[in-house]
């Protein structure tokens, strides 16, 4: 991602939400293991050399940081609430423009009667002076992310 150009825009203040719900067969506790190991699963380069670099500090007021393969960093957001294995609740840019935007990501374990396997649910919700671009950019963007996570933690 590239810094973009100092530029008047038209800007106009707007949002979108997104929820999702993916089936995983692997108990929560599993689950809730890779979802916080987001280096292995929140990737969108195919080749692993260019792969950025994640961490994610789970607990309330953690940072979840980037770094790409050229060595650009990227602060994504903080971490606003932790039900170890349950809830995980980020706020911030998450990368996503040069624009004031906030975003909240929700994910949510839910254990089925099995106790084998796992519904994960998505909420994100965007607010901000969001690019007439942005929302068909990041329409599509947990097609991409959610079968990566569900991969890992099936494993």
Known sequence: MAANPLKMLKLKLTGFQTLRQLPI???????WSSLINVGKWFQFNPDP??????????????????????????????????????????VGQLGMTHLPITTVLIFELQPKADGKSTLLRLGQRSFGFIDADMKKRYANIWDHLLPQLKELAEK
């Open 25 to 31: 067969q692997s108990p929560p506790k599993k689950v």
């Open 49 to 90: 050399s260019k792969a950025s670099k994640q961490t994610l500090e789970a607990r309330a007021g953690g940072r979840w940081m980037s770094q790409t393969w050229e060595g650009n960093s990227i602060f994504l957001g903080t971490v606003s609430y932790v039900e170890p294995g349950k809830l995980l609740r980020l």
